[in-house]
């Protein structure tokens, strides 16, 4: 079994709005940036869990995702660049930074979202994930995860490394953390230190009265350019210099630390020599770019921004597709206590079969999602001359039946990243799917669903009803399916 690294904490979705400024607005003396690109990726915890992968471990996050686009398109960007997500309930919106930016160079932050409550009550497998893990780094960036109260228990328990990466909105670390990581302005806060002296004399008194007050095995106070300065049970703090001193966009500088110290923790490094690797890796980040070069833009077209997810009602077949639709579902039927079911597949030529296993399927809870495969999706699946229907009908016939509550539709070739935003209590197949019997290790999706506390079952199909079949009796007897070329 590959060892594995968990990030805890929040995740924020981060946008860089790239633009050029040729005039000033005609009523106030500020810049106008008209838009050429955007980029979306995560950011907080998530961020900090993109680092860690393809360091040979597996990658776990748990955070909290909410009910709207940005919780999607979280899930989508971090599922497929291999990170496991092991998702609580986050009410309110997803938080979002946009950086509108012309020549690289930032103009203005602009912070959105938030949470309205407290993320909800971790799984058996959540923890279970906690206890096995070879390190942990929890990145708080103070919205609401470390302070959930059966996460702290579960931290504090472990025998693994635990990194505390704090924020002065945020918990106190649970007692015995291995490496707390907080930058200069952050540990002032945090220890209630004064400035007087020098900078290295700061760094130092605050460190030091974090790790006695938190009871950690060490504080590094990352120092930017300067490196990192190193307080543990000795009187003499540690410098760790920085190899190279560059100018360049630091966003994310402090993840890169914090993810790269976990990461040589986990591997059975000295917390001295954890602190050297995480500086030289965040001196290597800066210099080569930040963020921009080390973590790529996604190849997958952005989720469009649909607002705030809201429960309202959902009447005709096109208010009851897309990400903003079934946000605003599930989030009702949650409010009321209500069971979440969803199903998927590619429903190219619906048919009776079709029909039986989603009316079974509605039967079993509050509201039915589908989630449909994409045009790209099916084709990848099924080769090039697939899918007979395009997307846009098949999401409408889905959504026009009144056993279909909403439909997502999604690009992957699993729906692993749609079922960790949507999360439903049950997933539901048909009874030709395979040979299992219900709930079983030969579905899937069996595992991303005990990741919440949710099942799978098999519901009954119809016998003599497949798509396949009725396209070779179609071509057999010379009628064309739709949307088949003649």
């Known amino acids: 079994m590959t ?74 960007l971090l599922t497929t660049a291999g990170v496991q997500v092991y998702a609580l309930p986050l009410p309110g919106t997803t938080p979002e930074k946009i950086r509108l930016r012309n020549r690289g160079r930032v103009l203005l932050r602009y912070d959105r979202g938030g949470t309205a409550g407290s993320p909800g009550e971790p799984t058996d497998a959540l923890l279970e994930v906690l206890a096995g893990a070879a390190a942990i780094l929890v990145s708080d960036y103070g919205r609401g995860v470390a302070r959930q109260p059966a996460l702290r228990a579960a931290l504090a328990a472990t025998r693994a490394p635990v990194v505390w990466d704090p924020h002065p909105r945020g918990p106190e670390a649970v007692p015995g953390v291995r490496l707390v990581t907080p930058n200069e302005t952050e540990a002032r806060e945090l220890s209630g230190t004064s400035t007087g002296g020098s900078r290295m004399a700061a760094a130092a008194r605050g460190a030091q009265a974090l790790r006695q007050r938190w009871r950690a095995g060490a504080v590094a106070v990352t120092l930017g350019g300067e490196g990192a300065l190193l307080c543990h049970a000795g009187a003499t703090p540690l410098v760790v210099p920085a190899p190279a001193c560059a100018d360049g966009d630091t966003c994310g500088a402090g993840d890169r630390f914090a993810a790269a110290a976990t990461v040589a923790l986990a591997r059975g490094a000295l917390v001295s020599e954890a602190v050297q690797h995480g500086v030289a890796e965040a001196s290597g980040y800066v210099a080569g770019g930040g963020v921009a070069t080390a973590v790529p833009a996604p190849v997958a077209t952005p989720a469009p921004a649909l607002g705030k997810a809201v429960a309202v009602p959902v009447t005709g077949p096109g208010e009851r597709i897309g990400v903003a639709a079934t946000g605003a579902v599930v989030a009702e039927v949650r409010a009321a206590g209500g069971t979440v079911v969803a199903t998927g597949g590619c429903f190219d030529l619906l048919h009776a079969g079709h029909v039986a296993t989603l009316e079974a399927a509605r039967r079993l809870g509050d509201c039915l999602i589908v989630c449909l495969n994409s045009d790209a999706s099916v084709a ?18 889905l959504a026009a039946l009144g056993c279909v509550d909403a439909v997502v539709i999604f690009d992957e070739s699993t729906p692993h990243s749609v079922l960790s935003w949507l999360r439903p209590d049950i997933w539901v197949k048909g009874g030709d799917y395979g040979t299992g019997g219900g709930d079983g290790p030969d579905l899937p999706e069996a595992e991303i669903l005990q990741r919440w506390g949710g099942h799978t079952v098999v519901v009954p199909y119809l016998d003599g009803r497949s798509t396949t079949g009725m396209i070779d009796a179609a071509r057999s007897t010379g009628r064309h399916p739709v949307g088949e070329s003649r």
């Open 380 to 397: 990848n699946l099924k080769g090039p001359d697939r899918p007979l229907v395009r997307q846009a009908d098949r999401g409408r016939l």
């Open 3 to 76: 060892a594995r690294i968990v990030v805890v904490g929040d995740t924020l979705l981060d946008r860089d709005v790239e633009g050029v400024v040729n005039r000033l607005c005609p009523d106030s003396p500020v810049p106008v940036l008209d838009e050429s690109s955007h980029v979306d990726r995560p950011g907080g915890a998530g961020l900090a869990a993109l680092f860690a992968v393809d360091q040979g471990f597996e990658v776990v996050l748990v955070t909290a995702l909410a009910d709207d686009s940005g919780g999607a398109r979280l899930s989508t």
